[in-house]
């Protein structure tokens, strides 16, 4: 600055001395301030935008993941019936195929019986072959074998094969008169039917 020119004075009063107005026009600093102000309040906003649309992403991601754990849950769910079903089902055919198995060699074992019976109808079951005979009886009965099969039992063709017929009057249905050959019985199963001669009344 040059000695000629002299001090620059700059009037930054808001109010005009001479008139006692406020001076509409701001000053320089005045502007930058009301600027920076504006652009702060700009900023402003535009975060509070950026952040409604954050938090409208993070609920729609919420909604997402917890559709999907629903649908996990619901594979998982599924699954696990599934398995159960599974687990019961070869449960239950295990205990099927033992229940054959055991069928087999108890259908095998029948005429074995047969010769025990009849030899126990004609007292020849004596000695050492009796405790034999008492020990097998015994050990199919555990295992679920039942014998069936009496005279004066009425007759029933699911469970009885007629090998005779006779007419008795006396008798109200139709009855096993005589049983040839008993009937055997495992797990609610008919191995053999019994053998009976069957009389009924006339018609």
């Known amino acids: 600055m040059s000695d000629a020119e002299g001090p620059v004075i700059r009037d930054r009063r808001r109010v005009d001395p001479e008139t006692g107005t406020a001076r509409t026009e701001p000053t320089q600093q005045g502007d930058a301030v009301d600027e920076v102000a504006g652009d702060l309040v700009e900023g402003l906003a535009a975060e509070r935008e950026e952040a409604k649309e954050v938090a409208a992403d993070l609920e729609s991601m919420e909604a997402i993941a917890v559709a999907e754990a629903e649908s996990h849950r619901a594979d998982l769910l599924r699954l696990k019936a599934e398995f159960d079903n599974y687990r019961k089902r070869v449960e239950r055919d295990r205990e099927l195929v033992r229940e054959l198995a055991v069928a087999g060699v108890l259908t095998d074992l029948l005429p074995v019986l047969d010769d025990i019976e009849r030899a126990d109808s004609h007292d020849e079951l004596v000695g050492g072959f009796k405790s034999v005979a008492e020990a097998l ?60 001669a069957v009389a009924e009344p006339e018609a």
Do not use: M, W
Request: contains cysteine; charged residues 30%.
């Open 137 to 196: 009886r015994g050990s199919l009965t555990r295992l679920g074998l039942e014998s069936y099969g009496e005279a004066g039992d009425s007759f029933d063709p699911n469970i009885h094969e007629a090998l005779t017929h006779s007419i008795d009057d006396e008798l109200k249905e139709a009855t096993c008169v005589e049983v040839f050959q008993s009937g055997y019985r495992f797990g609610g199963r008919v191995l053999r039917a019994a053998r009976v």
